[in-house]
């Protein structure tokens, strides 16, 4: 059975870094794209980062350019996503997806999603 598991969230300052990571069991990791999306209270989930399944491609939302990376391990059958320069607006629940054939800013393509590791940036 395909998981996903996220975790390392947490409170965190205004400027701060966390490390999530996404731990994948029950299937080839590296035949996977996986996605990192998030959801804001009140707030449709959204695109934040995508990595390809060789890890090759990356692609980030115009918000999150320069201040988050994701990265993936096949062999550990882990993904992350580091952020940086956080900011109050990034809190939300993130919230990490697998996707067969390519990347894809639609969460309605994704078939497989863990469930979500609570990011909260206040001072």
């Known amino acids: 059975q395909l998981q996903l598991v996220e975790s390392g969230g947490g409170l965190v300052q205004p400027g701060g870094s966390l490390r999530l990571s996404c731990a994948a069991s029950g299937f080839t990791l590296e035949d996977y794209h996986i996605a990192w999306f998030r959801q804001a209270p009140g707030k449709e989930r959204e695109g934040v980062s995508c990595?390809?399944?060789?890890?090759?491609?990356?692609n980030y939302a115009d918000s999150e350019k320069g201040r988050f990376t994701i990265s993936r391990d096949n062999a550990k059958k882990m993904v992350y996503l580091q952020t940086n320069s956080l900011k109050p607006e990034d809190t939300a629940v993130y919230y990490c997806?697998?996707?067969?054939?390519?990347?894809?800013?639609?969460?309605?393509?994704?078939?497989?999603w863990g469930q979500g590791t609570q990011v909260t940036v206040s001072s």
């Open positions: 997806a697998a996707r067969f054939y390519s990347c894809s800013a639609f969460m309605d393509q994704y078939g497989y």
């Open positions: 990595i390809s399944s060789s890890g090759a491609i990356t």
